[in-house]
C-alpha cells in the first residue's frame, strides 16, 4: 500500500489526526469575484486507540462532521495528516493511497449517517442495501456467501433475516439506524464512524442503540469515533472526549472525568445546557471565515480578557490524559 511510514511507534493507536485543517471555497455566484474561505478544521490534532470510542462533541457548525470525513477522505484536508496503523503494526499516510488502497481502507473505517432516512436507498431491499458496498469490495464472495452473512448480520443488530426482504420505509427510525449499522458491520472493520446516530431518536431508543454499539465493540473489537452534540451521551458512551468550537479542539479528557473537571468555559456552558440550564453565552456559533488568531470562544466568553481576544491559547496538558485550550488556567 501506498503512504507507508513504517513500523508502529504509537502507543496502539488505530488512527493519528495531526495538525488537520480544512477550508472551503465560500463561492457567491458563477461569475463571483469571491475568495473568502469557510475555516471548517483548525490544526486539529488527536488519536484514536485500538478498542477504544473517541467521541467528538460540539454545537452544529463547530467542524466535528468535517473532521470525521477527513478521516475518511470524503473530503481532502488542506494541511496535516490522517496516519492509520493496520493490525499488524503497519503505519500509513491515507492522503497518500492511490484510490485502490484507499477502498481498502474504507473497508475497514465504515462511516454510518445521521439519517438513516436520507442514506438508505428507499428503492432497494434491506439485503441489497447493507451488501452494496460489499459486492464491490474485496471480501466479495458472490450472492450465496453474501446472504448468509446478511442474515447474520441483520439478527446481531436485533432484526429478523425476513427484513432483508423488506425495502427500508418499511422500518421505524431505530430500526433503520440498525440497518446503517448493519451495513457499516457487514465488511467486518476496524473502526466505525457514528455521526449522530443517536440525535433524531426518542430517548428510549436512544439507549437501545447505545446499547447495541457498546454490544458489538466488545463482540466485533471495533473502535469508535462518536460524534455528538450531546455531552451526556458522549460522557456515558466513550472513553475519550474531544470538544471542538469553530473548527478548534478545545479541550480534551477522559470521559469519566470531563464531567467532573471540565476547564474550558465552553465544556461548562454544554455541560449547563445538557442538564437545562442555558446562558446568556448559549448563542448561534459564528462561522469562521478567517483563521483563529485569538481564542475561538472569546467573543462569547463571559471571563476573556484582552489577551483571549488577540491570541490563540497553545494546547496544554493539564494532567492525567487531560488537555485544554485557555488562557485562564494559568
Known amino acids: 500500500m501506498e503512504g507507508m511510514l513504517g513500523n508502529n511507534g504509537n502507543g496502539g493507536n488505530i488512527i493519528e489526526v495531526k495538525n488537520l485543517s480544512k477550508q472551503f471555497n465560500l463561492e457567491a455566484g458563477f461569475f463571483a469575484k469571491n475568495k473568502n474561505k469557510v475555516y471548517a478544521v483548525n490544526d486539529v490534532s488527536f488519536s484514536i486507540k485500538r478498542g477504544e470510542t473517541y467521541g467528538i462533541v460540539g ?19 488542506t494541511e496535516g495528516s490522517v496516519i492509520y496503523t493496520s493490525r499488524d503494526g503497519v503505519q500509513y499516510k491515507v492522503e497518500d493511497f492511490s484510490k485502490k488502497d484507499l477502498r481498502r481502507y474504507r473497508e475497514k473505517i465504515k462511516y454510518i449517517f445521521q439519517d438513516p432516512a436520507r442514506s438508505l436507498n428507499p428503492r432497494l431491499s434491506v439485503f441489497n442495501v447493507i451488501t452494496a458496498g460489499l459486492r464491490y469490495s474485496s471480501l466479495w464472495k458472490g450472492k450465496k456467501d453474501a446472504w448468509e452473512l446478511a442474515e447474520k448480520i441483520i439478527a446481531e443488530v436485533g432484526l429478523s433475516p425476513e427484513d432483508l426482504n423488506r425495502r427500508p420505509a418499511e422500518f421505524s427510525g431505530g430500526q433503520r439506524q440498525r440497518i ?15 455521526d449522530e446516530v443517536v440525535s433524531a431518536l426518542d430517548v428510549s431508543i436512544q439507549g437501545q442503540i447505545i446499547n447495541l454499539l457498546q454490544d458489538l465493540k466488545q463482540k466485533h473489537n471495533l473502535s ?12 456515558y458512551f466513550c472513553d475519550v472526549i474531544g470538544v471542538m468550537y469553530r473548527g478548534v479542539l478545545v479541550e480534551e479528557a477522559p470521559a469519566q472525568n470531563l464531567y467532573k473537571e471540565a476547564l474550558h468555559p465552553y465544556t461548562k456552558i454544554l455541560f449547563d445546557g445538557a442538564v437545562g440550564e442555558l446562558t446568556s453565552s448559549n448563542i448561534e456559533v459564528k462561522t469562521t471565515l478567517q483563521a483563529e488568531q485569538c481564542c475561538p470562544f472569546a467573543y462569547r466568553c463571559p471571563k476573556a480578557t484582552e489577551r483571549c481576544k488577540r491570541e490563540l491559547p497553545e494546547f ?4 492525567n490524559g487531560h488537555r485544554v485550550r485557555c488562557f485562564l488556567l494559568g
Open 59 to 77: 454545537e452544529s457548525g463547530c467542524g466535528k462532521t468535517t473532521t470525521a470525513r477527513l478521516i475518511i477522505q470524503m473530503y481532502k484536508q
Open 180 to 194: 446503517s449499522i448493519a451495513r457499516g458491520l457487514i465488511m467486518n472493520p476496524e473502526l466505525l464512524i457514528c
Open 224 to 235: 469508535y469515533v462518536f460524534i455528538t452534540h450531546d455531552l451526556r451521551v458522549a460522557c
Open 316 to 319: 496544554r496538558d493539564a494532567g
